[in-house]
């Protein structure tokens, strides 16, 4: 089976420019998830969704992020305007619910931002 | 709120020893689930092994077992005869009924010849 697969692996972009990364979770997977990573931060949880419907976005840095889920196989993380500090890698994950017994959340590869 | 403590930030092992890597937990959830992932050199989050928190028995997965402990709220993560390709961050995570993966500041692995 197909993991979870996001793209772009790489972007550098010039401050204030839009950027869109894109995800495609595991299919069946009702979970959705988007992480940020940094040396200083860690592993942050940026926004969530169950059935595509957003649950909890309260690691939304701020106004300039936005993140949709149109359907169950497709999800948008933007950044407008970008900014150096937006520099991290991005992780996308699935999963079912944590009641399930198959619970485990995979995550992409990662979309490594640079913004200059 | 849900808190996951890894204590050492690097740890040293060689090949063919066994290595323990430790983790502690908070949580006020009756029923969660704990993660362990390797992320190496190259950025992937790769998924090694999981215990649910009514699970009678330790997990184990090849090379891969975890040391769960409830009433003393850790989950340490066991790994036997290290590989060189072992080498990475490993991070320890849990998952409750708020359903996201709250994770640990990780813990770098170095395995020599």
């Known amino acids: 089976d197909a993991g979870v697969i996001q793209s772009p692996r790489h972007e550098v972009t010039e401050m204030g420019q839009e950027v869109t990364l894109r995800c495609k979770p595991i299919s069946g997977h009702d979970y959705l998830f988007w992480y940020r990573q940094t040396m200083m931060r860690g592993l942050e949880l940026l926004i969530y969704f169950n059935n595509n419907v957003p649950i909890d976005d309260s690691g939304m840095p701020e106004d300039r992020f936005s993140a949709k889920m149109p359907n169950a196989s497709f999800s948008t993380l933007k950044i407008q305007p970008s900014e150096p500090r937006d520099s991290a890698v991005y992780f996308c994950a699935s999963s079912l619910s944590y009641r399930s017994p198959r619970n485990t959340i995979y995550f992409g590869e990662g979309s490594w931002l640079t913004v200059v | 709120a849900q808190k996951i403590t890894q204590t050492q930030p690097g740890m040293f092992v060689q090949e063919k020893e066994a290595v323990t890597l430790d983790c502690t937990y908070d949580?006020?959830?009756?029923?969660?689930?704990l993660f362990w992932y390797k992320q190496p050199s190259s950025g992937e989050m790769i998924f090694l092994i999981y215990q649910g928190s009514y699970d009678e028995q330790n997990a184990t997965e090849g090379r891969y077992s975890l040391n769960f402990q409830k009433a003393r709220k850790s989950a340490n993560l066991v790994i036997s005869a290290s590989q060189l390709g072992d080498s990475a961050m490993y991070f320890c995570?849990?998952?409750?009924?708020?359903?996201?993966?709250?994770f640990g500041t990780g813990t770098r692995l170095l395995v020599s010849p």
């Open positions: 995570a849990m998952r409750g009924h708020v359903q996201k993966l709250v």
């Open positions: 949580t006020s959830d009756q029923s969660y689930g």
